[in-house]
Nanobody, 122 residues
Framework: QVQLVESGGGSVQVGGSLRLSCAAS????????CGWFRQAPGQEREFVGLISASGTFTSFADAVKGRFTISRDNVKNMVWLQMNSLKPEDSAVYYCAAGGPISVRDNSYLYWGQGTQVTVSS
């Protein structure tokens, strides 16, 4: 069992930056691929980005490519989502997920955090 806790959300103006953190605990949490997803009100949850268990591979949705990065520290059991040049359409609840095969599909992940709100205002 892996527990995930996100933090770092908040309100920011257009063009600003935020760094979301995902703290993992539980059995061999560092061995899992991790994904970030987001869900805005009235919309389906969507893929944002992922990082492989080793941290050597990342992939991003087109909507955030070039603006967001993901990193991890397997010693600290932490994963970070760095978000730059934020836009109003980035406003959503952001979730980190872990477990299962490396995938852009949310139903591939076994473990989920509770989410953290990001609001970007103009």
């Amino acid at each position: 069992q892996v527990q995930l806790v996100e933090s770092g959300g908040g309100s920011v103006q257009v063009g600003g930056s935020l760094r979301l953190s995902c703290a993992a605990s539980g059995a061999t949490s560092s061995g899992y691929h991790c994904g970030w997803f987001r869900q805005a009100p009235g919309q389906e949850r969507e893929f944002v980005g992922l990082i492989s268990a080793s941290g050597t591979f990342t992939s991003f949705a087109d909507a955030v490519k070039g603006r967001f990065t993901i990193s991890r520290d397997n010693v600290k059991n932490m994963v970070w989502l760095q978000m730059n040049s934020l836009k109003p359409e980035d406003s959503a609840v952001y979730y980190c997920a872990a477990g299962g095969p490396i995938s852009v599909r949310d139903n591939s992940y076994l473990y989920w955090g509770q989410g953290t709100q990001v609001t970007v205002s103009s």
